[in-house]
Every structure is written in structure tokens, then in C-alpha cells.
């Protein structure tokens, strides 16, 4: 099978690169209001120039490649460009670090379900994921968020966003891109660490099912889980032990042992 002329094995191989031992991914794909909200706390003028400047500072880092496999970038800064001419594509690339780019426009709220969101970014993702791939761009993160609550998350909530991302996923792969898929079940609530459990146990369920109608190659994506953790106004504690063991229970019990894995 190919995606747009490109082999699975491209997929599989960014894959296994981005997981690569003792290395990590650097998520720098903060949007620019966000980047905004956190000059203005230090009084820093909120100008494209020096958003620029703040993630020249970052790829520009000695020995970076030592430690990070791949960067998460943001729309605007892929478009950017240092201080030499160098775009910081390139300048990531040379590196030997893996460019990526977040691709969701962020979340709204649920229509008929108060409480709940769903991402958006699906219209005229297929284009943005082309122009993506042939500006160099290796692989894309899309982030579905789920709510634990009174009555929440509904069945309705978890079946749309896990629909939504394995849409994405498919996008990805079509056109080269390995996608990373995030399902975030949330940690604000006063749940418990087996509540966590059951909510993340049935959105991973539901994921890989989406997944599978959709045809996509396991082995040339890759899952961004959460912890499994009690709400952070939880009454109950848990020790690290306690919420690792929980996570791994969790994700060996749901996530398929072909996935990519260091």
C-alpha cells in the first residue's frame, strides 16, 4: 500500500525515529495567542518578530539533536526564518531533528452536550497536510480532549472526537505524514485513579476501533496517551507507583502490541 507515492515504510521508519532511546519530542507548536499570554507576563511586546526570535533561541540550541528526536512546530513558525536566512525547517532538519506540526485549530464546545468539546481542523485539512508534506514536514499531532464529570464523558462525546482523529490519521497517511494521536482524558475533577482507568480504558477502545475502519497502519503512527491519575481536586492519592502500574495496566490492556514502542 501507498500514501501518495510514499511508502509505508516511510511512515514506519519516522515512526521508530521519533521513539528513538533517550531521546524526546520538543513541543514548541504553542499558538500565538498562547505564546502572547506568556510574553505579556513578563512584559515582553507581543510582535511576530520577536515570537520569532524566542524560537530561534530554542533550534538554535547546541547539541539539540543529542536529546530530541522530533519538534512539534506551529503553523506560523514553519513559515519563519533565522537570523541568517536559515528557515527553521532547515535549520531543525540539520540538526538531525524530525519537523512536525500540530494540526488541530483547538476545541469547541460540543453542540446538545454541556461540559464536553470536540476538536476542530477537519475542513481543508487534506490541502494544509499536502502543503505540509512538501514544505518537508514528517509527521502532525492532533489532540481530542475528554472530560470526566457528572454524567460526562457521554458515549456520544467519546465516539465523535475518536472519529475525528482517526479522519486525521488517515489525512496523515495519505499524503506521507505520520500522525501522532492524542485522546487526552483530562485531569481536571475530583474523580478517582479508577474512574481515570475506566474513561481512558473506553476511549482507547473506541480510538482503535475508529482507527481500524479507517484503515489506518498502526505501525506508521504513533499515541500520545495520558496517565492514568485522580482528578486534581481529587480527595484520593495515589503514589507514582500506584498511577504507573495503572497506566501500564491500561494501555496493555487496550493499545495493540504492534504499535511503535521504545
Request: glycine residues 8%.
Amino acid at each position: 500500500m501507498e500514501y501518495a507515492g510514499i511508502k509505508e515504510q516511510a511512515l514506519k521508519d519516522t515512526a521508530l525515529d521519533l521513539v528513538a532511546a533517550y531521546k524526546g519530542l520538543l513541543a514548541m507548536d504553542e499558538s500565538n495567542p498562547t505564546c502572547n499570554q506568556r510574553f505579556a507576563q513578563f512584559g515582553i511586546p507581543q510582535t511576530p518578530e520577536l515570537r520569532r526570535d524566542y524560537r530561534e533561541l530554542i533550534v538554535t540550541t547546541p547539541d539539540l539533536g543529542k536529546y530530541i528526536s522530533g519538534a512539534i512546530l506551529y503553523d506560523e513558525t514553519i513559515r519563519q526564518h533565522a537570523s541568517d536566512g536559515s528557515s527553521f525547517i532547515d535549520l531543525i532538519t540539520k540538526a538531525g531533528i524530525i519537523p512536525g506540526i500540530k494540526v488541530d485549530l483547538g476545541t469547541k464546545e460540543m453542540a446538545g452536550f454541556p461540559g464536553e468539546k470536540i476538536t476542530k481542523g477537519l475542513d481543508g485539512l487534506r490541502d494544509r497536510i499536502n502543503e505540509y508534506a512538501a514544505m518537508g514536514l514528517r509527521f502532525a499531532k492532533w489532540r481530542a480532549v475528554i472530560s470526566i464529570g457528572n454524567g460526562i464523558p457521554t458515549d456520544a462525546c467519546i465516539a465523535a472526537n475518536m472519529q475525528t482523529l482517526a479522519q486525521y490519521a488517515a489525512l496523515c497517511q495519505e499524503a506521507g505524514i505520520m500522525p501522532i494521536v492524542e485522546p487526552e482524558v483530562l485531569m481536571e475533577g475530583e474523580h478517582g485513579m479508577m474512574e481515570c482507568f475506566e474513561v481512558t480504558k473506553r476511549v482507547l477502545n473506541v480510538l482503535f476501533n475508529e482507527l481500524s475502519k479507517q484503515r489506518i497502519d498502526l505501525e506508521g503512527m504513533l499515541l500520545k496517551p495520558n496517565m492514568v491519575l485522580p482528578g486534581k481536586t481529587s480527595i484520593e492519592k495515589n503514589s507514582i507507583t500506584e498511577v504507573a502500574q495503572a497506566t501500564v495496566k491500561c494501555l496493555l490492556t487496550c493499545v495493540p502490541a504492534i504499535m511503535p514502542f521504545e
